[in-house]
């Protein structure tokens, strides 16, 4: 059974604190991304990752980075967390096949309140 | 970023009821994903579509790649409770790993 895992559900931070936010697949996939959703605005592509190392801006990249030190596992980096960054993340991971037979897989969510 | 027009926005349906919804794009696309995510959750796929006038089915529900590669639908026969909840399809360009996403259809179904 497929399996992108979270490390936290719902986080509580403080304006200005630094957030990791931890994902880890076990489908060895190449590609790993970071999403986060908000209501009425779908989900926006935040960080990119298509092998250790390599990553790619996503839509709205700013106020994040991104670590890929092993395939893995990507982390998703608030260097300094602001309000507005408030929202759903989510991570997701699918397989380097950019043809029929690439599915993306969903990780369960991270509730980050910045307040 | 891109998304893609997915209908209708919302509905309430009585329990037993069939349901549809779909997708459309103005450009083609390789695959097609459709995922149901509960308040709070990750999405969940659901069904996913390879080649274009593929349709495969999960349970009760139904789901088709359209010919034009451009639309995709989704169909869920004799609506229960825990169909509740809001779904959204997925559609990957050729030549790229980014998929885009639909708008969501938010379901409630009344006992």
């Known amino acids: 059974d497929v399996k992108v895992t979270q490390s936290s559900r719902y986080l509580v931070k403080r304006t200005g604190e630094k957030v990791f936010l931890e994902c880890v697949q076990d489908m060895d996939h190449e590609n790993m991304f970071w999403y986060r959703q908000d209501p009425g605005l779908g989900l926006r592509l935040i960080y990119f990752?298509?092998?250790?190392?390599?990553?790619e801006k996503g839509d709205i990249p700013e106020g994040y980075s991104v670590s890929r030190e092993k395939k893995e596992r990507f982390s998703l980096i608030l260097e300094s967390a602001s309000t507005n960054q408030t929202s759903m993340y989510l991570c997701a991971s699918s397989t380097r096949l950019a043809y029929s037979g690439n599915t993306i897989y969903f990780g369960e969510g991270s509730w980050l309140t910045v307040v | 970023g891109q998304q893609l027009n997915q209908s209708p926005q919302s509905m309430f349906i009585q329990e037993g009821e069939d349901v549809s919804m779909n997708c459309t794009s103005s450009?083609?696309?390789?695959?097609w994903l459709w995922y149901k995510q509960d308040p709070g959750e990750g999405p969940v796929l659901l069904i996913a579509?390879?080649?274009?006038?593929e349709l495969t089915s999960n349970g009760r529900l139904t789901a088709q790649f359209g010919i034009t590669r451009k639309d995709s639908f989704l169909n869920i026969s004799a609506s229960i409770p825990s169909d509740v909840g809001i779904y959204f399809c997925?559609?990957?360009?050729?030549?790229?790993?980014?998929?885009?996403f639909g708008t969501g259809t938010r379901l409630k179904v009344l006992a």
């Open positions: 990752s298509y092998d250790v190392k390599m990553k």
């Open positions: 450009s083609i696309f390789n695959t």
């Open positions: 579509l390879y080649k274009a006038g």
């Open positions: 997925a559609g990957l360009p050729p030549g790229t790993y980014k998929y885009i």
